[in-house]
């Protein structure tokens, strides 16, 4: 019995050992990274659903108490009827889980074994009885009742991971126990005790998401000394069997006391502040979002003011879904009979078309946004492109007259009496998807993006904000989209900084050209970079910021020296861009 003990507590002593060793904290980070061209969740620390940060001695700790039914196994187990073996059991017990995987308990049990012997022992009763064959035999009853410690594996957090604290996973779970224990016989004139050997493999079905009960079923197996039953050996001679048990199953219940989680990260000293609002309590997850916003020559967006009542030409959703120059000619008819006699278009009066975020209606098959396809956002001039427009649309759409010049995509008015060294400038005839989640590549090749951020196409922000409706959707990534509206539901937006980018490419030939040119140009970057921030603002997943929040980095020299003839080269595009940063932080 001494060694007995001695076994139990060498046993304990291991197991807190172990689980001592185990106390570490991680922090706790969920961050998002660009895979290829996809914006992807990247494993931190305790991103992982097998790492927590291990409680404290009395928390985990559970009560739990079951009723069953076994069949002793002994040495003349077949000499009777198969029910003469069988005999109820009752346990409880307490137990405590170190982590969500491994954990020890500590039974009572009690009950008896029923069995057969040939030969009279201290624990037969009642006369001798004769069995097939004229053995001759006595029943059997030996009363004990057990003190075991256990430990505990929990196989579906093991094989799975911990589910979390409030979670509808793992409802149904799979535990295997394996323990040893002290046996006291009772109820005879010669006092024994012994060692026992348990074996459990469990079900248990939790109720609700915090998993405070379960209803538990069990397969048991108890082993004995092989003089369990009291005999040492058969009448034969022979030995005995070198192992005695009770084999069963039981239900019963399980009750969790609190705390019966697990955090997967410590909390924080001291909360987190950001523009004087507290950001999160503990566990704040830092992440940084990062795109491009490219814009047409001569465009920023700035003076974009409504010009339809009730329906705002909006730059961003121009950028998006617009169509051409959002200009259309008042007078169909009068087009129409001018295409139809090859008389030029000049002089018929436009007006403004409203931008929506799908792109207007009956656009399908169309180039929808600027940089956001294959396909450049000016149209042909020609009779049958413009009519085949009219009958999907019912009106003619329109160049931007001023002055003289005709734009075959929108700029700002402020800038549209300029003249330009060459008539394909005013058209946009060619496109890399620079605004596309397609585009990323060339973005992340020739815009050097930072590395502490997760690069995302203007197409993919702007369908987690304002939704991926017609042709904004071909130019998204699904997945990415997914991440960042994740990010946008469960995270707190803390500040955004932009910085504007014009090219060198101007067209002022007068007095003090180059200085005139270069504070052209520095207007254009600071006015795109001011373009975003209000778009942002304004936006329903960035209403908690602050104002002071939103901030335009002036670089002290926002025009690239390109060397493009045209406006419409890849170097002229990527530079009439907007880099926008969305720092973020996401809590417990």
């Given at each position: 019995?001494?060694?007995?003990?001695?076994?139990?507590?060498?046993?304990?002593?291991?197991?807190?050992?172990?689980?001592?060793?185990?106390?570490?904290?991680?922090?706790?980070?969920?961050?998002?990274?660009?895979?290829?061209?996809?914006?992807?969740?990247?494993?931190?620390?305790?991103?992982?659903?097998?790492?927590?940060?291990?409680?404290?001695?009395?928390?985990?700790?559970?009560?739990?108490?079951?009723?069953?039914?076994?069949?002793?196994?002994?040495?003349?187990?077949?000499?009777?009827?198969?029910?003469?073996?069988?005999?109820?059991?009752?346990?409880?017990?307490v137990g405590k889980w170190f982590t969500p995987g491994i954990g020890a308990k500590v039974q009572f049990g009690i009950g008896n074994s029923l069995g057969y012997s040939k030969e009279p022992t201290a624990f037969t009763h009642g006369e001798a009885l004769t069995g097939e064959g004229g053995v001759t035999y006595w029943d059997?009853?030996?009363?004990?009742?057990?003190?075991?410690?256990?430990?505990?594996?929990?196989?579906?957090?093991?094989?799975c991971g911990y589910e979390g604290k409030v979670s509808d996973r793992l409802m149904n779970q799979f535990f295997a126990s394996v323990g040893i224990g002290a046996l006291h016989h009772r109820d005879i004139a010669a006092q024994r005790n012994e060692w026992s050997g348990h074996f459990e493999l469990q079900y248990s079905r939790f109720f609700d998401p915090?998993?405070?009960?379960?209803?538990?079923?069990?397969?048991?197996?108890?082993?004995?000394?092989?003089n369990f039953d009291g005999i040492t050996l058969k009448q034969n001679g022979e030995k005995s069997r070198w192992f005695d048990a009770?084999?069963?199953?039981?239900?019963?219940?399980?009750?969790?006391f609190k705390k019966r989680h697990w955090d997967r990260c410590l909390p924080c000293q001291q909360p987190v502040y950001i523009n004087n609002v507290q950001v999160v309590n503990d566990c704040p997850e830092y992440g940084v979002l990062e795109f491009y916003v490219f814009f047409p020559n001569n465009y920023s967006g700035r003076n974009d003011a409504p010009t339809v009542a009730g329906a705002p030409v909006n730059a961003i959703d121009y950028l998006a879904s617009g169509l051409f120059t959002q200009t259309k000619f008042d007078d169909a008819d009068a087009v129409a009979e001018r295409l139809a006699s090859g008389v030029s278009l000049a002089g018929l009066a436009t007006s403004d078309v409203p931008t929506r975020k799908g792109g207007p209606a009956g656009a399908e098959g169309l180039a929808l946004?600027?940089?956001?396809?294959?396909?450049?956002?000016?149209?042909?001039?020609?009779?049958?492109?413009?009519?085949?427009?009219?009958?999907?649309?019912?009106?003619?759409?329109?160049?931007?007259?001023?002055?003289g010049n005709t734009w075959y995509y929108r700029v700002d008015k402020a800038t549209a009496?300029?003249?330009?060294?060459?008539?394909?400038?005013?058209?946009?005839?060619?496109?890399?998807?620079?605004?596309?989640?397609?585009?990323?590549?060339?973005?992340?090749?020739?815009?050097?993006?930072?590395?502490?951020?997760?690069?995302?196409?203007?197409?993919?922000?702007?369908?987690?904000?304002?939704?991926?409706?017609?042709?904004?959707?071909?130019?998204?990534?699904?997945?990415?989209?997914?991440?960042?509206?994740?990010?946008?539901?469960?995270?707190?937006?803390?500040?955004?900084?932009?910085?504007?980018?014009?090219?060198?490419?101007?067209?002022?030939?007068?007095?003090?050209?180059?200085?005139?040119?270069?504070?052209?140009n520095r207007k254009l970057a600071i006015n795109?970079?001011?373009?975003?921030?209000?778009?942002?603002?304004?936006?329903?997943?960035?209403?908690?910021?602050?104002?002071?929040?939103?901030?335009?980095n002036a670089l002290e020299n926002p025009v690239i020296e390109v060397n493009d003839p045209s406006v419409q080269g890849l170097n002229s595009k990527l530079r009439r861009s907007v880099k926008v940063r969305i720092h973020y932080v996401i809590g417990e």
């Open positions: 019995m001494k060694k007995t003990v001695l076994s139990i507590l060498v046993m304990l002593a291991g197991i807190l050992g172990g689980v001592h060793a185990q106390a570490a904290a991680f922090r706790d980070t969920v961050r998002y990274e660009t895979v290829g061209d996809t914006l992807q969740s990247e494993p931190q620390p305790t991103d992982d659903r097998y790492r927590i940060v291990t409680n404290r001695f009395w928390d985990n700790w559970f009560a739990l108490a079951n009723v069953g039914y076994h069949a002793f196994l002994g040495d003349y187990g077949s000499v009777g009827k198969f029910s003469g073996l069988l005999s109820p059991d009752f346990n409880i017990g059997a009853k030996n009363k004990w009742w057990d003190l075991n410690v256990s430990a505990m594996f929990n196989l579906s957090r093991l094989f915090e998993k405070k009960f379960s209803l538990d079923l069990k397969a048991r197996a108890m082993l004995y000394q092989t009770n084999v069963g199953f039981s239900i019963g219940l399980t009750y969790y946004g600027y940089e956001m396809s294959s396909s450049p956002i000016s149209l042909s001039m020609d009779a049958a492109s413009m009519n085949r427009f009219k009958e999907r649309t019912g009106y003619y759409y329109a160049p931007m007259y001023c002055e009496m300029q003249r330009l060294k060459d008539a394909e400038n005013y058209r946009e005839e060619q496109s890399f998807s620079l605004n596309a989640h397609q585009g990323l590549a060339l973005v992340r090749d020739n815009m050097k993006p930072d590395a502490d951020a997760d690069l995302c196409s203007f197409a993919d922000i702007y369908a987690a904000i304002e939704g991926g409706q017609a042709g904004v959707a071909a130019a998204t990534d699904a997945e990415t989209v997914r991440k960042l509206e994740e990010i946008f539901r469960k995270g707190r937006m803390l500040y955004v900084v932009a910085e504007g980018l014009a090219t060198s490419q101007d067209n002022f030939y007068g007095e003090n050209a180059e200085e005139v040119g270069l504070e052209r795109r970079a001011f373009t975003v921030t209000n778009w942002l603002r304004q936006c329903p997943e960035f209403a908690e910021m602050s104002k002071n929040a939103f901030v335009v």
